[in-house]
């Protein structure tokens, strides 16, 4: 347990960064499987615009330090090819 003041304020920042940041994560996920779900649904239209929405969602989350630079770069890279497949 925290003992002086100033571990008790870094104790409730490290909480309020923490619901911040699993909520980026979420958005993020979020959008992510909204992709996923057009490619099973071979809807390429639909993804598309998924993934055109969900990669300024993946670098906003870099940008703000839930995700490293380059496993948004991985993801996008792989979901671009996926949706690219689909022809």
């Not at 003041?5 to 909520?23: E, G, I």
């Amino acid at each position: 347990m925290a003992n002086t003041a100033s571990a008790k304020k870094a104790v409730r920042v490290q909480a309020r960064k923490t619901a911040v940041n699993k909520a980026r994560r979420t958005m993020v996920r979020s959008h992510l499987r909204r992709v996923e779900d057009a490619i099973t649904a071979g809807d390429k239209d639909a993804a598309q615009t998924a993934v055109k929405k969900a990669e300024p969602a993946m670098m906003r989350a870099v940008s703000k330090g839930v995700y490293h630079k380059n496993t948004a770069a991985r993801k996008i890279s792989r979901l671009n090819k996926r949706v690219k497949a689909m022809s």
